[in-house]
């Protein structure tokens, strides 16, 4: 009995020692995977497969590039969006614009209308239609002499004129001073 047992020993460790030194097989990287290769097919339906795959991933891929190039031409756009609104806001404080925002818009309507794009002109423009968006300059002082001193109605009514053709809050309440008598 205990011959058979040495027997069965010294089988199981020659069993362990042979699984042991015997080398692993590698896969091969040409080779089909386990998983790709199905029982009773043919290499040629194994790599048709494999190729429709690669089709479905480049199609995959290719849809993803044209979403990423959209996306990249929205982002141009609003980048342009972005420094034109920048060029306006600076030509409009440059000629003193009171409502920014206001003057903003219209003057990207302008632009939007033009052959060729060009803010300058479309500030210069919107000054000229709408004069009450932008500050007056202040008159240049001039030397009088009393006798010269225009009378004062005719001076109530240029500042009517001027409160009217600007716009100018400053100028309304200069009007509407001098007209109660303060």
Request: glycine share 4%.
């Amino acid at each position: 009995m205990q011959d058979e047992m040495t027997d069965q020993s010294v089988a199981v460790a020659q069993r362990e020692e042979e699984s042991t030194t015997k080398p692993v097989p590698q896969p091969d990287s040409h080779a089909p995977v386990e998983s790709e290769a199905q029982p009773g097919r043919g290499d040629g339906e194994q790599w048709q497969d494999r190729a429709q795959r690669a089709e479905r991933s480049l199609a995959e891929l290719a849809d993803r590039l044209t979403e990423s190039e959209a996306s990249l031409e929205q982002a141009r756009h609003a980048i342009d969006a972005v420094e034109q609104r920048r060029r306006i806001e600076r030509a409009l404080e440059e000629a003193h614009a009171l409502d920014l925002e206001t003057a903003t818009i219209l003057t990207a309507a302008a632009i939007e209308g033009m052959d060729e794009p060009d803010v300058a002109i479309a500030v210069r423009d919107l000054q000229r239609r709408k004069p009450f968006l932008f500050r007056t300059r202040p008159n240049q002082a001039s030397v009088m002499s009393a006798a010269d001193a225009p009378r004062e109605d005719s001076v109530l009514g240029e500042v009517a004129e001027t409160a009217r053709r600007t716009g100018d809050r400053r100028e309304l309440l200069r009007y509407l001073r001098m007209k109660r008598g303060g």
